[in-house]
Structures are given as structure tokens and as C-alpha cells.
């Protein structure tokens, strides 16, 4: 047998205590060390021991794994770089080295580089703008092999790109804008930040951005972008017609109110890509704010006959142009209020007999509700029976009309009304045409740019392009896109349109109710003459006049070569009211429209028009009064149902024609609406989906013999079966 001894002595005798009869062994777990010896002793057969013992060493023992590390610049100019690695073993020496890398830019995990290399360095080829986290381990001569570090060894950022704010490079737009914001912005209206970057090189996706937003030292907050995913892709060349090429920002329009307020852009936050100047990468630009007055709105529904069905203007109709005007044109509040005309006509009429008859019932109902005379009107038809070529009373006016439908070509909502829409108002607020086709009728001498262009130039490049904005989309309008008063495909306001809006606005000082009253307690009585004139041959059509007490001017009158005169008994002039016939310049055919208030005189036997000295009209006023009685529904009634027919009977001593006019009220006589201008019947069928529900019902019937005027309204209240509320989805 054997015993044996493992020690760090070089001569130590085993005992005599055999621990084997093989001919091996194996060690118990040795600590690293180079001084281990293994002594063995051998017994014979008989039981003797040998004297001395067979002593082996010393023997070297390497547990110990070996420490690696790599090594690689902080940051780079080009996409290959060196990354360097070396380690230590004090023991049996590195064998070789495993290299790992991560791309920190996209989140990417541990990937080997290299495995069991002894070279201790490689070039490492990356991808611009992106950052690499590098670490090593190393294996020793006897299969000792080092853990990696739970982190990186080294990082370098391959800072081989380079992205900026272009300057001028902030666009703030509530429709439309140049890079310099020369276009006024509105106080609480929808903005836009729109912020233009780019890259010195190559076209990088995914690029994170975020806007800070200031009002002087207050800082209101941060936000980001929205485009899908809230990222772009930054070019070398970015095209400012392209929503997605710039970020955009939908600012929350309670951090817009009057004032100045400063936009902070800031590109490829936090750093996203490593670039080799980060100084360039922020900008921001201060813009102020100004107040807008309220555009009050009364859409109309022109309903016709056509085929012997009644032919009513779409709700989606009246939506879209209502949203349209919200985006478009400079305001911040739109109030909105639906009417209709009842009962309908018998057949599609024309603008300028819709007009006359909304500009009645618009005086009626400044007049009885104290409505604010700045209120606009705008009659739709919807084009079933025919097109309605749209017309404003005058420009500028309040009062216009025009066609709606389904839309097509380069109009792709649901309805042509809108920027139709737009177009009429706009010459209620002053706007004349701007050439483009070149059959614009009365265009705008003043209007600046080319073709009817929206901007000045096409030059993308330019700080004083203009861009178009929808915010629904929102769509970008490039610069080559019409103004709206043209008669091109491809409308959108120009920014010299958008400004005299907003200044016409400015311009029209509103009239308080109090103020409309205290007109009236003047217990004036005026004659209301409507009409329309073809002043190439100074052909004028009357409409029915009335005699209206308690009232005032109502349209302003604009002194000029046409004058109203009343004449009394034996031809004896009375009164002589100057005035401008008003024309909204739709087609070289549209006759001009007479809207006017002037002061009655007692005594007065005849009325009529003149141009300069000569007599164009004349209207005799007859003795007597006509009479009216307003007879069905009288009080006490619950109306429901499909329709009502309202009844009264009428009179007049004379013998004259009468023409009757239909308002209805809500509140017991209090305020009046107007519901239709011009009825020859003793009587009307009204829809009574359209009447609002009330429980304090009153209508009210107007005659006129043609200037005589008498009135009467329900002797009591009654109801009207309230109705619910109805929703339309503008988009998608």
C-alpha cells in the first residue's frame, strides 16, 4: 500500500497509515499557489514501511480567471474606429480574448464581436450618429476564463452627423404664414408650431424633437410633436410642403392668450443620435398675439321645390363651411346659429331674391331681438334644382347667399359649400375678386401676387413663402394654391386676404343690445326699401316696402348719385335720402341690391327712386292701413307633428295687393325670429321639425300693401315639442 501527503513542504515523510493500494490519486482543492508538492511512501507485502519518500514537485496551481478591459474613443469623426482590449493573469498567462458590443442608439442587446482572439485590437465598423458600449473577457493558458462586466468597458458615440433649426426655421400658423411670422396670430385661436430641420448629410429616421413653451418669464410647458409616432425623419433637403418633413406642434390654446409668447424648437432630444455640434441643434422665436372680435353667423337654409319635393340644404353642408370658416379665417370664436327660410320657395330662386328677402328678415331681427347688425347671413341652397350662383348683397355687407353640394376634383370633403362659403363672406367682409382665370368679375387692383397666387414667390427657400395650414389633417397648401376670392380650382386664404378680414373685423364696432334699444325708444318710424338695380340701364325691381316703427338705420347708408325721395301731396318733396346701391360683383349680370332704412315722413303720398335728376321707380302710398289678424295658432295649443299651418286674414280698404311676412318667438313676444319675407296666402305651412320647441310659442304676421304697413301676433302662447340634439361627424 501507499501513503501519501500533498503540502507545501518539499520533504515531508507520509505516515505509516496507508491511504491506498492503487497506483493514483487525485488532490483534494489546492489553493492558487506555485510551491505544491505531493510525497508518497510505499509499504511491501511483509508491512515494512520504506525509510524515506518519493517527494514530486513543486507543482504551480491557476484557479484564478484573468481581468480584460477594452478601450475605445469617446467619440468619432468617422464611422470606423479602432477599439483596443489587453488584459492581465498572474498566473498562466492569457490564452485570448472575447470582445462584445451593444448599439446603445437602438437598443440592441450583447453581440459577440470577437471570440478567442489574441490580437488585442480590431476597427469597428458603425452606423452614423449611433452609439456603441463595448467590454471584453479573457481566458487564461489553463481554461480560466474571466466573467463579462455587468456594464461596458468603453463607449464611443459615432458623432459623424450633424442636425440644426433652419433660421428662419420656426413657422407659427393658424392658416397661413411665412417663416418670418409676418402674419398677425390671433389670441386663443388653434396654432400650429411647425419647426424646419435638417441634417448636413443623409436622411435619418425616427428623430425625436420637443417644444418648449414660454409666456415672458412663465414657463407654460413642454411638448411633442404631432406626427405619427412623434418622430420624423430629418433630410439634407426637407420640402416645406411636406407635413412630415418638419415636426409640427398642436399648441393647447390655453397657453394662447393675448400677449407675446416664445417657442422653443429643439431637434434630436435627448440626444437621440450623436452629432458633432450640438449647439445648433435649439431655436426659438417670439411672437405676440392679438385679440379678435367674435364673428357672429346665421346660416340659412333655402328651401326650394324642385320636382315636387322640397329640397333642403344637408346638414353637412352648413357643418363644413362652419368649420372651414373656424380653421381659415382669422377668429377666434364663431358663433353659429341655424335658420331656415318658411315656407320654402316654389322653385330655385336666385341670390338676389334670397338676399333681398334675408336682408328683411335681417333688419326685422336686429330690430326684434336686438341683434347685433355686424351679424352675418348667409342663405345655402343646396344645387338638386339647379346651381345658385352665390352673390353678397354688396362689399362689403352682411348679407350673401350661395349654392352647396356634394364636392369633387380637387375638393375631396363632402361639400363644396365651404370654401364657396368662405368666398361670399369674404366679400361681405370687403373682399373683392382676385384674378386668375381672368373672368373674375371687379378684381382686386391692390391684390399682390401672381395669378392669384397665396405667396409672393414659389420659392420654397424663401422666408417669405407662404404656406397654407388646414388644421384638419392637418394639410399643407403649398405656395402655388389660389386665394379664395378666385374663381381656380385649389383655394385657400393668402395671408393679404386673411389680414383685411381681420382688420374689416376690427373695423366693425359691435352694437350692443342696449344700445339697439335706445335707437328704438326713440319711437322713430322708418321705411324699409329693398330692391335691386341693373345700373347700365338703371332698371330697378321694388320689393314689397314696409313701414316699420320703432326703428333705425339699420344697413348704414352710403350716400351717392341714387337717392330715395317722399313726396307728399301736389308732388311737394319731403324727404331726400342719398344712397349707393350695393353690389357684390359676382357676374357683370348680378343686378346691385337696394337695402335701405330711411326716416318716414308724415304726409308722405309717394316714394320713389332716383338717379341724379331723373325718376327711375315710383311707388304710390295709398290712403288707408291694411289690416291683419293673426288667427291660428292664437294661444293655448300644443303643436306636433310633421307641420303647421298658421292661419290670419287680411284687409285693406284700398283694395291693394297685400304681401305678408312671418316671424315666430320663443319667449312670448320678447324676441322675434323671422321666418319667411315675401307670402301672398293667408297662410302658411311651416315644418315643424325645424321650429325650436318652446313652451312660450308666438307668431307674428307683417302686411304691407306695398308701403303701408300693420302687424299682429298670437293673442297668447303655445307650445312646440322640443327636439333633441343632433351631431355630424366632419372626419375622418
Not at 304 to 314: D, L, P, Q, T
Not at 329 to 354: E, F
Not at 520 to 532: D, I, M
Not at 633 to 650: C, Q
Request: proline share 6%.
Amino acid at each position: 500500500g501507499y501513503s501519501y501527503v500533498w503540502d507545501t513542504s518539499s520533504s515531508t515523510l507520509p505516515d505509516t497509515v496507508a491511504e491506498t493500494s492503487g497506483t493514483s490519486t487525485t488532490s483534494s482543492a489546492r489553493s492558487t499557489g506555485s510551491s505544491h508538492w505531493f510525497h508518497i511512501r510505499t509499504r511491501d507485502a511483509a508491512g515494512n514501511w520504506a525509510a524515506t519518500a518519493v517527494h514530486r514537485g513543486p507543482y504551480y496551481i491557476d484557479t484564478t480567471a484573468p481581468s480584460s478591459s477594452t478601450s475605445s474613443p469617446a467619440s468619432v469623426g468617422s464611422t470606423s474606429f479602432t477599439v483596443s482590449w489587453s488584459g492581465s493573469d498572474s498566473g498562466s498567462g492569457i490564452d485570448s480574448y472575447d470582445v462584445q458590443y451593444k448599439n446603445v442608439t437602438t437598443g440592441g442587446s450583447w453581440t459577440t464581436w470577437k471570440s478567442a482572439v489574441s490580437y488585442l485590437s480590431s476597427s469597428f465598423s458603425g452606423t452614423d450618429g449611433h452609439t456603441y458600449q463595448f467590454r471584453s473577457r479573457a481566458r487564461d493558458n489553463v481554461g480560466n476564463l474571466e466573467s463579462y462586466p455587468a456594464g461596458y468597458d468603453s463607449q464611443t458615440a459615432v458623432a459623424t452627423v450633424d442636425f440644426f433649426v433652419k433660421n428662419p426655421g420656426i413657422e407659427v400658423t393658424q392658416g397661413v404664414q411665412d417663416l418670418n411670422n409676418s402674419v398677425t396670430l390671433i389670441a386663443g385661436k388653434r396654432t400650429f408650431v411647425r419647426c424646419l430641420v435638417q441634417s448636413d448629410a443623409g436622411t435619418y429616421a425616427s428623430i425625436p424633437a420637443r417644444l418648449r413653451v414660454y409666456r415672458g418669464a412663465a414657463y407654460m410647458g413642454v411638448l411633442l410633436p404631432a406626427n405619427a409616432g412623434g418622430t420624423i425623419s430629418v433630410r439634407t433637403n426637407p420640402d416645406r410642403g411636406q407635413l412630415n418633413h418638419s415636426y409640427y406642434f398642436d399648441v393647447p390654446v390655453g397657453w394662447l392668450n393675448a400677449g407675446s409668447v416664445r417657442f422653443e424648437c429643439e431637434v434630436n432630444t435627448p440626444q437621440y443620435l450623436a452629432e458633432n455640434d450640438y449647439t445648433n441643434n435649439l431655436r426659438s422665436v417670439t411672437v405676440n398675439l392679438v385679440n379678435s372680435p367674435v364673428m357672429n353667423l346665421l346660416m340659412v337654409d333655402v328651401p326650394y321645390r324642385f320636382n315636387s319635393v322640397v329640397r333642403h340644404v344637408r346638414d353637412v353642408d352648413r357643418t363644413l363651411l362652419e368649420s372651414w370658416l373656424r380653421r381659415a379665417y382669422p377668429i377666434k370664436t364663431l358663433n353659429v346659429w341655424w335658420g331656415y327660410l318658411d315656407p320654402p320657395y316654389n322653385s330655385l330662386p336666385s341670390a338676389a331674391t334670397v338676399n333681398g328677402d334675408l336682408s328683411w328678415n335681417k333688419s326685422k331681427k336686429v330690430l326684434g331681438a336686438s341683434e347685433d347688425p355686424w351679424t352675418r347671413y348667409y342663405g345655402m341652397a343646396i344645387d338638386t334644382g339647379g346651381f345658385m350662383r352665390g352673390l353678397a348683397v354688396g362689399i362689403p355687407s352682411t348679407v350673401a347667399s350661395g349654392p352647396t353640394g356634394p364636392a369633387g376634383g380637387w375638393d375631396t370633403d363632402a361639400s363644396y359649400g365651404d370654401w364657396y362659403g368662405g368666398h361670399e363672406l369674404g366679400h361681405t367682409y370687403g373682399r373683392k375678386h382676385v384674378t386668375c382665370t381672368g373672368t373674375e368679375v371687379g378684381p382686386d387692383p391692390s391684390y399682390p401676387y401672381p395669378n392669384g397666387d397665396i405667396s409672393p414667390n414659389q420659392n420654397a427657400a424663401s422666408a417669405s413663402a407662404i404656406y397654407g395650414f388646414d388644421s384638419q389633417g392637418p394639410t399643407i397648401y403649398p405656395p402655388s394654391w389660389k386665394d379664395v376670392m378666385t374663381y381656380c380650382a385649389n383655394q385657400w386664404l393668402s395671408d393679404y386676404t386673411y389680414e383685411a378680414i381681420y382688420n374689416r373685423m376690427i373695423a366693425e364696432k359691435p352694437v350692443s343690445a342696449a344700445q339697439i334699444q335706445a335707437w328704438r325708444a326713440a319711437s322713430v318710424e322708418y321705411l324699409a326699401v329693398f330692391g335691386t338695380i341693373i345700373t347700365a340701364t338703371d332698371t330697378i325691381t321694388l320689393n314689397t316696402l314696409y313701414r316699420v316703427p320703432n326703428a333705425f338705420d339699420v344697413f348704414g347708408r352710403v350716400p351717392g348719385d341714387y337717392s330715395i325721395r317722399l313726396f307728399g301731396a301736389g308732388g311737394t318733396l319731403l324727404a331726400d335720402y342719398p344712397f349707393t346701391p350695393r353690389f357684390g360683383s359676382e357676374s357683370a349680370e348680378d343686378p346691385g341690391m337696394i337695402t335701405e332704412y330711411v326716416t318716414w315722413t308724415v304726409g308722405t303720398r309717394q316714394v320713389a327712386i332716383w338717379h341724379g335728376s331723373t325718376a327711375l321707380i315710383t311707388s304710390t302710398v295709398s290712403t288707408n292701413a291694411p289690416t291683419v289678424t293673426l288667427t291660428y295658432p292664437n294661444g293655448g295649443e300644443t303643436l306636433s307633428g310633421s307641420s303647421v299651418t298658421v292661419t290670419w286674414t287680411g284687409s285693406d280698404l284700398d283694395g291693394d295687393t297685400l304681401t305678408y311676412s312671418l316671424d315666430y318667438s320663443r319667449d312670448g313676444g320678447a324676441t322675434w325670429e323671422p321666418l319667411s319675407a315675401s307670402i301672398t296666402a293667408t297662410q302658411a305651412v311651416l315644418d315643424l321639425t325645424h321650429l325650436p320647441g318652446t313652451t312660450q310659442g308666438k307668431f307674428q304676421v307683417w302686411a304691407s300693401d306695398g308701403v303701408n304697413t300693420a302687424v299682429d301676433a298670437s293673442n297668447g302662447t303655445f307650445a312646440v315639442t322640443t327636439k333633441g340634439p343632433s351631431v355630424s361627424l366632419l372626419a375622418p
